[in-house]
């Protein structure tokens, strides 16, 4: 059973940080790709970052340079560091396997706002 549970956003001024995390089941997690996906108001849901059991890493132009995805296998957990945030980052951000899973957590709200 797939369970993916975010926590850590918050409210934000620009230029802000945030850390969120993910905690995902299954015994094979490891060796599953894993990607951090966000929706803001009104727009579809998109890829922001990725990363391979090996930790191998990929990014979204709109965050290139300012986030940063990282993975804890031994505790099935992945992270987004968030520097630099911008109020075009506002949205709930989730996290899933890449390709995704149909199960979506509830996600985790960032509000970028002064």
């Known amino acids: 059973q797939v369970q993916l549970v975010e926590s850590g956003g918050g409210l934000v001024q620009p230029g802000g940080s945030l850390r969120l995390s993910c905690a995902a089941s299954?015994?094979?997690?490891?060796?599953?790709?894993m990607g951090w996906y966000r929706q803001a108001p009104g727009k579809q849901r998109e890829l922001v970052a990725t990363i391979t059991g090996g930790g191998s890493t990929n990014y979204a132009d709109s965050v290139k340079g300012r986030f940063t995805i990282s993975r804890d296998n031994a505790k099935n957990t992945v992270y987004l560091q968030m520097n630099s945030l911008k109020p075009d980052d506002t949205a709930v951000y989730y996290c899933?396997?890449?390709?995704?899973?149909?199960?979506w957590g509830q996600g985790t709200q960032v509000t970028v706002s002064s």
């Open positions: 299954g015994k094979i997690f490891s060796i599953v790709p």
């Open positions: 899933n396997y890449n390709p995704p899973h149909s199960y």
